[in-house]
């Protein structure tokens, strides 16, 4: 069973899976009330399937929200979907997808982007292996949330 690592308010690390944190965390209807009610969406890539390329983009104003869920696409166009939740960004972050093939080899993904202030994200070029490819780590989504439990 896949788990995921997060930091709790003590800053100490825990790594929980789907269903545990579903369960420890008050059950998947009060998570879920929670993101429909105390979430916005700041900004969608209007053309997800295209390449993306280094810029700035313009969202509706995040200072409402604590944290942000990024949703990006890991190649496009397989749509082959990822999540970050973080505390909103005052510095630069990157979006990392690893894929681990049955034979062992692997592919490095990476995108980095910054929080430039309330309206205006800065996404940088993705990278393949070390290689700039802007068909990697597009993102395609922008949720700020109030709260994340």
Known sequence: MKTKQFKNENNEVVKLSASEIIVNLGGGAEILDNLLNNSKVL??????ESTFDAQTITVLNDSDYN?????????VPYQNYCTYFLKK????FGLPFTQVFNDGSQTLRNRAFSRLNATQYQFRTGYLNGTVNNDICVPI???????IL
């Open 67 to 75: 944290y942000l869920m990024v949703i990006f696409d890991a190649v």
């Open 141 to 147: 989504q922008i949720i700020g949330l109030k709260k």
């Open 89 to 92: 960004p005052n510095k630069t």
């Open 43 to 48: 900004w969608t890539n209007n053309n997800p």
